[in-house]
């Protein structure tokens, strides 16, 4: 999965005016775990338009997650949804784990989700 563009959710809220009705959440594309170190592996899932403008959703923390219900802000026929839960958190494994899990692991694991 290829993606260029990161938005936060916050950011996509607070910069759109016509954000009205959240949209349904479509059937997941794909969940699957993808190993990010010899200690954890992080849970992912996609929605929405696997041909759409791909975006990244970070949950808050820790230990919190990402959830479906996300998507509901990202109209499905443009987005590609990218949602995972960050070492440590929910379906990652190992769960609630705070060793190798800094700011820069967070980012090396979205490098490497970026380019499965």
């Not at 992912?44 to 808050?60: E, W």
């Not at 494994?93 to 967070?106: G, I, R, V």
Request: with cysteine; net charge negative.
């Amino acid at each position: 999965m290829k993606f260029n563009l990161f938005i936060s959710m916050a950011a996509m809220l607070l910069s759109s005016n016509d954000l009205q009705v959240p949209f349904l959440v479509g059937n997941t594309i794909e969940e699957n775990y993808l190993r990010v170190s010899e200690k954890h592996e992080i849970y992912y899932a996609t929605f929405g338009n696997p041909r759409g403008i791909p975006v990244v959703v970070l949950h808050g923390g820790p230990g919190a997650g990402c959830n479906p219900q996300l998507a509901k802000f990202f109209d499905p026929n443009i987005w590609y949804v990218i949602m995972f839960d960050q070492r440590g958190a929910m379906r990652s494994k190992p769960f609630a784990c705070m060793e190798e899990n800094t700011t820069q692991d967070l980012i090396h694991d979205i490098e490497l989700l970026r380019n499965i």
